[in-house]
């Protein structure tokens, strides 16, 4: 069974850093795409990156315009595992950030789909 698993999170301040991480333990070829989402009581789940991992398009990437030039994703090497380093940390970045895996991927995006797998998510809390 596949598992998804995110590490990483915490509180800081405003303009501080964070680094998160996410690996699947299945197969690397089920996985075509890996992607973060945040979740928030008054937003509901939103995109933040997604990231195609097949060779030939390994690391084309696709940020949500709220975390573009703050947050980099990057891929390890013939891994399914990915991170997340978060850079000039705001207040509203505030959420559970969940990891996602698909084999059916939309813009760098798992795809709704029962190959889908998400993770139970990790919390960061950035104060102002």
């Known amino acids: 069974q596949v598992q998804v698993a995110e590490s990483g999170g915490g509180s800081v301040k405003a303009g501080e850093s964070l680094s998160l991480s996410c690996t699947d333990s299945g197969p690397q070829s089920r996985v075509q795409c890996m992607a973060w989402f945040r979740q928030t009581p008054g937003k509901g789940r939103e995109r933040v990156v997604g990231?195609?991992?097949?060779?030939?398009?390994?690391?084309?990437?696709f940020y949500s315009d709220s975390v573009k030039g703050r947050f980099t994703v990057s891929l390890e090497n013939a891994k399914n595992t990915m991170h997340l380093q978060m850079d000039n940390l705001l207040p509203e970045d505030t959420g559970t950030y969940i990891c996602?895996?698909?084999?059916?991927?939309?813009?760098?995006?798992?795809?709704?789909?029962?190959?889908?797998?998400w993770g139970q998510g990790t919390q960061v809390t950035v104060s102002s």
């Open positions: 996602a895996t698909g084999r059916y991927c939309n813009n760098g995006y798992p795809a709704e789909s029962s190959d889908t797998s």
């Open positions: 990231v195609f991992t097949p060779s030939h398009i390994r690391g084309r990437s």
